[in-house]
């Protein structure tokens, strides 16, 4: 029998179940934040997060359930007139391989905009993890500019219909990168780490 998938908003009630997912390592390892996080932070971290959800304020946090199982999630904060980024993502390890992320990211992207009041989407993906570029690429977004996070090289992937492509000396650079194969990309993105601030001005997009 074919499962049912639904999506319904996160409640306090859900604060142990989304710290099982972040503390699990393949989850951690596609973080920005990587290192172990005691319970009563993340309940904290929750706690405040769970205050933003109101109708007039800035985040959506939505629960992805199987039948009558969690299996995912997906945060959206809003950042700045218009746009929302994807702040948190991740489906349980259990349930993986199905299209479910896939199906969760397309499921909610007109609900957050909606609730949120934006058109464009963002999501930062770092750039050694492509099972989450699959899943949005697949969702509809497209690759935009390099940026760096925390310390750590990331593709900005993009949802608003209107993506051009990049022009100038960064465009090209970013293009070339694109079409690279993945020794030449691994190394390219390891010189753009390392001279972050030389390359600020072609890559991470100071005018953007």
């Not at 100038?168 to 070339?176: E, I, Q, S």
Request: proline share 4%; with cysteine; hydrophobic share 40%.
């Amino acid at each position: 029998m074919k499962s049912q998938l639904t999506v319904r908003p996160a409640t306090l009630g859900d604060a142990r179940l989304l710290y099982e997912w972040r503390q699990e390592a393949s989850v951690r390892a596609a973080s920005f934040q990587m290192g172990d996080i005691p319970w009563e932070t993340h309940l904290e971290w929750f706690t405040r997060r769970m205050a933003d959800l109101g109708p007039l304020l800035g985040a959506r946090l939505y629960i992805l359930m199987e039948d009558t199982m969690p299996v995912g999630q997906i945060r959206y904060e809003r950042r700045g007139a218009g746009e929302a980024e994807v702040a948190g993502f991740s489906i349980d390890q259990r349930a993986r391989g199905k299209g479910l992320g896939t199906w969760l990211v397309r499921q909610t992207m007109p609900m957050a905009r909606e609730a949120l009041g934006v058109s464009r989407l963002t999501a930062l993906i770092k750039t050694d993890n492509p099972a989450s570029e699959h899943v949005f690429r697949k969702a509809g977004f497209v690759a935009g500019a390099m940026r760096i996070k925390c310390d750590v090289p990331c593709l900005e992937w993009v949802a608003d219909g209107s993506r051009q492509a990049p022009a100038g000396v960064r465009g090209y650079v970013m293009r070339w990168l694109h079409t690279a194969n993945d020794a030449v990309q691994r190394l390219a993105l390891r010189l753009i780490h390392r001279n972050r601030t030389y390359y600020y001005g072609i890559y991470f997009g100071t005018n953007h």
